[in-house]
Structure formats: C-alpha cells, structure tokens
C-alpha cells in the first residue's frame, strides 16, 4: 500500500515552461487536493477534487489547472511557470467523512527561474 | 474569509517542561485537524476534533477544542526532543462536512532543548 505518490520530488523550470505534477493514490480515497507551501508559512489550498470529474477551485488557483479522470489520479499543471510558484506542492487525500484523516503525499520541490 | 492564526510562532522549550500552543480562527467551523512536519517532510496527522469540547491525546500531546471561542489548544507535556517540529492546524469554514476547503495555520516551530 503506497498511500499518495508524487513525482517528481524536484523540478527546475524555467520560466514560461508548462509541467505536470503527478499524484496517485492507492486507497481508493475520494478527496483529493493540491497545496503549496511557501518558506515559513501554512499550506494553501490550489484545486480539489471530491470525486471523478469533479474538481473545484481553492485559494490561490491563478496559474493551475487539474482534472480527475479517474479516483487514482489527480494531476495539477502549471500553465506557464512564474517564478512566484516556486513553492514545494503537496497533494492529499481521504475518505469523505468529517472525521476522517487526510493523508499527504512526501512533497514535490519546484524552483521556477 | 476564515483565518486561522497560531501563537507561538516559535517555541523553544526544555525537555521535561510543559507548554501549550494556541490556534484561534475567525469564522464558524465544526472540525480542526493538528498536523505535525519535520523539516523537508510531509504533513503528519495528529488529531482531528469534531466538536465543542472534544480532547484527544497521544502520547505527550493532548489537542482540545472550543468551537464557541473558535480555539484549540495543543498542550506538551514533559517534552522529548523528538517532539522538535513544526505543528499546524487547519480548520474548514462553516459546518458542511464535504467542505475541502482547509484553511492552514502559519504553524508553531517547535525546538526542544536538553
């Protein structure tokens, strides 16, 4: 069981270049979000999703799109990286439930220069 | 907008003594979740609190919550150095329970010294 798997862990774009981050899980969660978290500061909620073919925007969406095709999957792309999403990316996942753990992935780390 | 504030920011404490962190939020809400980060790792989960008045403990680390005073508390008791990390809490706004939208702490940085 491999829980929230990220790739890449580390990433260096250069500005204007478009990726994708990929973030699988094995638990059959439903939920799935995208955070980023910036030096000395809390995680900010990018996209969500609660379920295949759903998604909704979060906080801070502006240069971010994402799809759930699938409950395994949610990939978050970067349209035309900036340097201001330098930032490590966190994705997550859980059962629908008030109180039910929501489980991170390890992180992946994104210098845009 | 919800906003979700922590105090200390930073902490920096002995071992074997006894604190408290703090986490205030603005807005109604029904749940709040503790986490716990070491350095370059992911989020951990502590503790989730589902109502007025819930306690939970594990361990050195006891979390409870006022939703009437929207405040929690993450209370250390005869901190260990292993308890060094950084701790936040996150709370969703309003009482819908398939609301996704966390609001995160700027997190409380923990160092426990001999």
Redesign the interface.
Known sequence: NAGVTQTPKFQVLKTGQSMTLQCAQDMNHEYMSWYRQDPGMGLRLIHYSVGAGITDQGEVPNGYNVSRSTTEDFPLRLLSAAPSQTSVYFCASRIPGAGNTIYFGEGSWLTVV | ELK?EQNPLFLSMQEGKNYTIYCNYSTTS??L?WYRQDPG?????LF?L?SNGAVKQEGRLMASLDTKARLSTLHITAAVHDLSATY?C?VPPGQN??N????????TRLTIIP
Do not use: I, N, P, Q
């Open positions: 979700v029904d749940r979740y790792k992911s989020l951990e989960s989730v589902l936040f996150a329970f398939g996704e939208k966390l609001t995160f702490g700027t997190g």
